[in-house]
């Protein structure tokens, strides 16, 4: 029996008729913009929910969130400042999903970055800053890189999970930060707090002029848009798409997948370990067991949330960037927790999770050929 | 555009801001009216270090034409630097206290140079005389507290065996662990205490290992240094063996093995800098104290403390509280057989070779390193 025009199915099936070029073409993109919108709409009106269960009125929530996020133009610093690190933490778990692994192990890889970072400018006291500063990106890069390359050899050549060992490779980062930290490489003047000596202000690489947001925003944003060009336009990044869809035929066609695993965890390794670098050069100017503030940890949850698209991570960083830098408005205003903004930051990421089964599911969205 | 009216709204903020500030550098009754900014490390319930900053907050509350807003959980990093900035421009706080150890160099030295008309006041005793003016960094001679902790448990143990969680060998722990094992000589001079490094301020699962291993090993009276005591509190108690507090008063947790403790006493400083600041005295930038000066005290005696042990640690504490007794009194001998006090020399508390310890004394079984 027929409803008419009322028929949710005839009305799909209308739909695409009008403009089915367009949405065969787009469909895809614009699946991939609704439904973490949605999601994330989803978990906002949750977690006001949850909040009003406390007392509190959701409308101040929402409101006092946009004022400490994007209300005002220190706002937008204090969230940029805080996305920087994220975006580059996250590409190294982004990177390396592109190839089918779960690397949660940027936390070390920064750690390391940092370390290195301060060795080379502590040991070229006599370098321009110009000199130091490049040398300090390098040894970054590879300190970082070779760490996470190393979780990515024991799984090519020990059968170790890749997922395990990262992880644990951040607490061996984390001791030997601190066991050089606290000995050789201790500044005999930090006694109660230990730290290595400073790099000295005149290698400090500051903010982005007109700014307070340093410039580890732009070291984000230019790994974001190399990584999104290497796996999206290259050949490299296409045989590392292939091999992260199915290693076997990877290779059979022939592809060296040993040498793309070894690759692509440098290549995140690097970009944590980039991150690190600027924790030093912008920020602690030493390096202490304040790095260690859980940047490589929150990355994670970037990178899952962008489903991995380097491209994707820049405004997901930027949220959840502006959703930190909020939580003190909420803490202050509303007398909320600190945890509160956990809640959130765990709500919105099970709503996208379970969005994922959304994909392709969406009727109108189809394009009928 | 929209970037336009943003900026310009900031600006605005940022006027009213620095008129704010204005009027607190140069009014009369600068305290009325004063917004009071406390930032946290830790959460502000946590039994501990931070729960004793915010006894000292909410001190402040009760004192009229104050508010107090209060963060909690915000790490060593830029973080700071932005929820301070936050504080400032959202809040209109004109008086900041980053109590966190950690927060100082670089963070609050770059704050208080960035407000040059705002105040702030560090918990840690870190300013020297290169720091801006405006900031100042006050803290107590807690080892008083814990030297009279010592006495009382030299006569609470029965084994002659005392225990102590420590997070790091640094000179302000070594320092307490000291004076609590040379108190603790003076009551028993055959009690030994065994130190158990956690390696950093906050680990409540080896705090909880090194206390049970402890008392494994013996030790029938604990105390601690680390941020949340909570944890070695609790499980001691269970265990049927005694503690000594530290930071706050922890009775709450263990009213039957509580015997005394160290705790912070800035309920009492707190509104004391802002009394000072309303008469328009300077607040010293260089603030330090003891039982004294009421910076630290000691926790009331929990009832399993005996006449004899009362009579002689109230005895001690009233020359402290009079200024004429030295903890640190030559000879004094490292556990090594070292000579680190020699017979004669007093080291007093101001006494800056102090800041610098490094040894723990004869008594104490465990190593710096």
């Known amino acids: 029996m027929t409803t008419g025009s009322a028929d949710p199915v005839e009305a799909v099936g209308v739909a695409p008729a009008a403009d089915p070029g367009f949405l065969q073409r787009y469909g895809a993109t614009i699946e ?25 009125n959701p409308l101040d929530l929402y409101f ?3 004022q400490g996020a994007f209300g005002t133009w220190f706002s937008w610093q204090n969230t940029l400042t805080r996305a920087a690190p994220l975006i580059l933490t996250a590409l190294c778990t982004a990177l390396p999903a592109q190839l089918g692994m779960v690397i949660i192990g940027g936390e070390g890889a920064l750690l390391i970055g940092a370390l290195s970072a301060t060795s080379v400018a502590l040991a070229m006291p006599w370098a321009s800053p110009l000199v130091v500063q490049t040398a300090m990106v390098c040894a970054g890069v590879i300190g970082g890189g070779l760490w996470i390359t190393l979780a990515g050899a024991l799984r090519q050549y020990r059968g170790v999970n890749e997922t395990i060992s990262s992880l644990l490779l951040v607490y061996i980062g984390l001791a030997v930060l601190n066991h050089l930290v606290e000995g050789a ?44 060009i290497l796996i999206y336009h290259t050949v490299f990044g296409f045989s590392a798409r292939v091999a992260g869809g199915n290693i076997r035929a990877a290779k059979i066609v022939g592809l060296g997948v040993n040498k793309l695993i070894l ?107 | 555009m929209e970037f336009g009216r943003i900026s310009r709204r900031h600006l605005l903020q ?107 006041e560090h918990c840690g005793g870190l300013w020297s005389d290169k720091d801006p003016t405006n900031a100042g960094s006050y803290f107590g001679y807690i080892d008083e507290a814990q030297y009279i902790s010592g006495i009382v448990a030299g006569y609470s143990t029965k084994s002659g065996k005392l225990g102590f969680v420590a997070a790091k ?109 309303a008469a328009g005295e300077t607040i010293p930038n260089f603030y330090r104290g003891g039982l004294k000066e009421e910076i630290v005290k000691c926790s009331p005696y929990g009832e399993a403390v005996s006449a004899e042990a009362r009579k002689h640690a109230d005895d001690i504490k009233a020359k402290l509280v009079a200024g004429n007794y030295t903890i640190f009194k030559g000879p004094i001998m490292d556990n090594k057989g070292n000579a680190v006090i020699t017979s004669g020399t007093d080291r007093g508390q101001t006494d800056p070779e102090l800041e610098k310890m490094n040894y723990l004394v004869e008594g104490v079984l465990g190593a710096t390193s």
């Open chain 1, 32 to 56: 991939y913009i609704l439904i973490p919108g949605a999601a994330l709409v989803g978990a906002l009106a949750t977690f006001g929910l949850f909040v009003a269960l406390f007392g509190k």
């Open chain 1, 64 to 66: 006092y969130m946009y």
């Open chain 1, 185 to 228: 490489m201790r500044d005999p003047a930090s006694l109660n707090k230990p730290s290595t000596r400073e790099i000295g202000a005149a290698n400090m690489i500051g903010s982005i002029p007109g700014t307070d947001v340093h410039w580890g925003l732009a070291f984000g944003l230019v790994a974001a848009f190399a990584s999104y």
């Open chain 1, 263 to 369: 690759t692509i965890c440098f290549l995140a390794g690097g970009a944590a370990g980039i991150a690190g670098m600027v924790e030093v050069a912008a920020v602690q100017g030493r390096t202490n067991a304040n790095l260690a503030a859980g940047y490589g940890f929150t990355g994670i949850l970037v990178a899952f949330l962008a489903r991995h698209n380097p491209l994707a991570i820049i405004p997901v960083a930027i949220l959840l960037g502006g959703i930190s830098a909020s939580g003190g408005l909420l803490q202050r205003r509303l007398g909320l927790p600190d945890a509160s903004v956990l809640v959130l930051q765990g709500i919105i990421f099970v709503f996208v999770l379970a969005s994922d089964a959304l994909y392709g599911r969406i009727g109108f969205l189809k394009g009928k050929s």
């Open chain 2, 14 to 120: 940022g006027g009213a801001a620095l008129t704010l500030g204005t009027a607190f550098g140069a009014g009369a009754a600068r305290a009325a009216g004063t917004t009071i900014g406390f930032v946290y490390v830790g959460s502000r319930d946590d039994y501990g270090y931070n729960q004793a900053h915010a006894q000292g907050a909410a001190a402040l509350k009760k004192l009229p034409g104050l508010k107090v807003i209060e963060e909690e959980k915000v790490p060593e990093t830029d973080a700071v630097e932005k929820t301070i900035e936050s504080m400032i421009n959202l809040d209109g706080a004109s008086l900041l206290f980053p109590t966190s150890f950690g927060y100082y160099n670089p963070h609050v030295i770059k704050m208080a140079k960035k407000f040059p008309k705002l105040r702030f």
């Open chain 2, 169 to 277: 060998p640094i000179p302000q722990v070594l320092r307490n662990i000291n004076a609590f094992t040379l108190g603790a000589r003076l009551a028993n001079p055959k009690a030994t205490t065994q130190v158990i490094f956690t390696g950093d301020w906050s680990m409540p699962v080896k705090e909880a290992e090194a206390t049970n291993s402890l008392i494994d090993q013996g030790v029938d009276v604990l105390t601690c240094h680390v941020d949340g005591p909570k944890t070695m509190v609790e499980n001691a108690a269970r265990r049927g063996a005694m503690v000594c507090g530290y930071h706050v008063n922890q009775s709450p947790l263990a009213p039957k093995a509580y015997l005394t403790g160290a705790e912070w006493n800035w309920e009492a400083l707190y509104p004391k800098f802002v009394k000072m600041i």
